[in-house]
């Protein structure tokens, strides 16, 4: 149904009719939006599964290290070999826009070079077990930055493509609508209102006629 307030003029008429016109082509890019933004979503949720399944794996093969580890060490010796890390990991953010969505991107970098301070202990009094068992930590960790990555993208894909398919299903089931409507009920209007003038016309000129003539139906 048309809005009362309404005003059923040319100037009000044409003014929705370009109104129209911009809802519907928008309505059509946000719908091409929300759907390449389906599609990348799916592809984000599918590289995100295999990568938790390798993370998960790798911590599933530490801890097994560990627990090695801790049998063939006393606790005293772990802890006092795990207390001071030599190594520091620093870790760096940055952003890319995907679909006006602001990803962020995940970098990290090491105090050092040297692969060999993950140990931050003297092997003399440690088991193997123990080296293995920080080793596969250390691998792991790239994989790590990347599904939280992945798991950061996954959650503002689906925010934007909520935030558009509210904006989609307005235009189409409210503002494309009710524009069309208003417009029909001006042009309604402005049609009752031009027949009600030829017809104001018609009698003005019979008037006219009947004064100059002398004639009465």
Sequence with gaps: MAKTQVNPTRMELTRLKKKLVTASRGHK???DKRDELMRQFLN???ENMELRKEVEAGIRAANKNFVIARAAMSEETLHTAL????????LETEKKNVMSVELPVFEYRTRTADTNDIYAYGFAFTSGDLDDAVKSLADVLPQM?????????????????EKTRRRVNALEHVIIPETRENIRYITMKLDENER???IRLLKVKDMMLEKTHHYQE
């Design 29 to 31: 890019l946000l719908k």
């Design 44 to 46: 984000m949720v599918r």
């Design 196 to 198: 009600s003038s030829q």
């Design 145 to 161: 930055l990347q599904l939280a990555e992945k798991e950061k993208d996954c959650q503002l894909m689906a925010a934007e493509i």
């Design 83 to 90: 207390m001071a890390p030599k190594q520091e990991v620093y």
